[in-house]
């Protein structure tokens, strides 16, 4: 009879295992599934998501125009204080596709699914298991509107986290001199693609140290060669801009104290701390009764990509954005002790009931993501209010709006406070000028200024001469800063004139 009733609760049990097991499927599936739809829906649409992305399209059309990126700063142009390979590649493609915010979210969404995949591919490497590498995609894919719903916009993020997930596949799967060497050279681009890159990889070379002794020097030496040779090249070739944008003016953002807590009391553990406590039993286990040398190397990985989340979201003017990399290694984790459980049934169930549990947690209702037909309709009508403009128009901080009008692009607003926040020397000086003696000489017929902006600075010279919106409740971005256009100056002489 013991015998019997023992058969019995394993079969249960492992019907249970069986319905739980299908139910991760299903909800890694949904997710995934939610995303791409999503993504692609509002891939073509024409006005931005999130308020910065205008500037990256028109970072895009000024490379394609054959002017450098970065030079001093001027009325005409300043470029964002990031490094420069997602503004390259989304220029080449938007040579092939034309310049517009399709191909940038295009390549934003490519590499999202990339990320998708790596995840999949290392820890199915890593456990022998496609179950748990589908779960540890499915689980990131669940994060979206955690990280502003950022994975698909016209920004750098899936690029940065698709070459540390690179980074990591290669020096952990394949620690021979070659890979190795390969995996410093993309601990480089990941430089390239945003300055966090090397913070979110600090621990990985000490953990190859201790599991590869001397072959480490490969993944260090390929890291510095690249960092110290391309970096030099970088910055002769910009006659010494490459240094003045990625490197000197970043020092200038401030520590918002406030968020040294928050990050883990607000942004990381509430929605996710099911999942953090099993990454950081199955970490444990490993190294104490485990694989230490495999525990050592996903401690080193989770300490950059969890801790340089959280030292970038410290700064002042971040966005939730920059969870990303600590929401794919908690995912990643998470796939790996699902491998973990191994054939203990009651582990088994224990985590797959712990997942499942995580994933409920997560749902949102993706209609709140994507821009309604009026938001559409509201920009349209703003472009031909440009359009019908005499005269050039400086639209601040969304110079796309102006192209679409048939109007040239100027200098975007968020970069040239950058520059003047991170820099009292004379290029700031000669940027002041400009912009002052382009306000005196009343250069352009109008002036649109955003929600959060004052006019103070056109005082004498502008007047307010309208909204651009009639409704409250129109383009908006869906994502990031809740900003929009707002109020359009005109010169004083024309605003006179009008009846």
Known sequence: MEVMESARRRGAG??????????????????????VVVALLRMRYP??????????????????????????????FVPYMYAPLYFYLGALVSKVTGVGFAPLRGLSFAASLGCFVMLFLLVRRETGSGFSGFVAAGLF??????????????????????????????????????????GGVLAWLA?????????????VPLAAVVNYGRR??????????????????LDR?????????????????????????????????????IAVLIAALWLRHELIRGDRAKGRFYLAAVLGMVGGSWLVRVHSGTYSNVLMPAHAAIAML????????GRSNLRRLGLYAACLAQFALLVYNPARLLPSARDAEAGRALVATLAAIEGEVYVLEHGYLAAL??????????????????????????????????IEERRFAAWVLDSRASGDFLAGHYVEGGRVFDGKDVFWPVTGMRTRPERIYLRIEDAASQP
């Open 14 to 35: 492992e019907w249970a295992a069986r319905v739980l097991r299908l139910g991760l499927l299903a909800a890694a599936a949904a997710f995934l599934g939610v995303y």
């Open 47 to 76: 006005f931005e998501l999130e308020w910065m992305e205008g500037a990256v399209v028109d970072h895009a059309r000024w490379i394609l125009s054959g002017r450098p990126l970065y030079g001093p700063p001027s009325l005409d």
């Open 141 to 182: 894919g669940a994060t979206y509107r955690l990280s502003g719903s950022w994975f698909d916009i016209a920004r750098v993020d899936s690029l940065l986290l698709l070459l540390v997930l690179s980074v990591l596949y290669v020096v952990r799967l394949h620690p021979r001199p070659v890979p190795l060497l390969l």
């Open 191 to 203: 430089f390239l693609a945003k300055q966090s890159g090397p913070l979110l990889l600090l621990a």
């Open 216 to 233: 480490s020097l490969f993944l260090i030496g390929g890291a510095l060669i690249s960092f110290l040779a391309g970096n030099w090249l």
């Open 237 to 273: 070739a910009y006659h010494g801009w490459f240094s003045y944008y990625v490197l000197h003016l970043p020092r200038g953002t401030l520590v918002s104290l406030w968020r040294v807590p928050g990050f883990w009391t607000s942004d990381l553990l509430p929605p996710l701390f």
């Open 334 to 341: 998470c796939g790996l002790a699902l491998g973990w459980a």
């Open 405 to 438: 009008a048939g109007k040239r692009t100027y200098a975007n607003g968020l970069a040239m406070r950058d520059v003047h926040r991170g820099d009292a020397g004379p290029a700031s000086q000669r940027l002041r000028t400009e912009v002052r003696r382009a």
